[in-house]
């Protein structure tokens, strides 16, 4: 069964700007932090960000702090990740997840209990 449904993904010129959205049911949504994690062709799979259940706190990879907002509105049980100041290297095939903490989706490997499908981010020069 899908439980976490991704959407926004696309093509995007270098310097350019993107949202992705994953929508979850109340249930998984009310009771999990939610994170993005990505994963470009022969690489393995990385973290994102995230952000906790209440919203209050949220954690970024290095490569994409200061770029990359990780929000989550608890009213329509969605989490968004808005891509800024987009590379090349940011192309990558893009998850969202769900886990009890941020601590747990931040862990190698991360410890979640739900993925997303996972939709395309391709940055062009």
């Known amino acids: 069964q899908v439980q976490l449904v991704e959407s926004g993904g696309g093509l995007v010129q270098a310097g350019g700007s993107l949202s992705l959205s994953c929508a979850a049911s109340e249930s998984i949504f009310n009771t999990n932090a939610m994170g993005w994690f990505r994963q470009a062709p022969g690489k393995e799979r990385a973290f994102v960000g995230a952000?906790?259940?209440?919203?209050?706190?949220?954690l970024y990879a290095d490569s994409v702090k200061g770029r990359f907002l990780i929000s989550r509105d608890n009213a329509r049980s969605t989490v968004y990740l808005q891509m800024n100041s987009l590379k090349p290297e940011d192309t990558a095939v893009y998850y969202c997840a769900a886990a009890g903490t941020t601590v747990s989706l931040r862990s190698i490997p991360p410890r979640t209990n739900y993925w997303g499908q996972g939709t395309q981010v391709t940055v062009s020069l």
């Open positions: 952000v906790s259940r209440s919203g209050g706190s949220t």
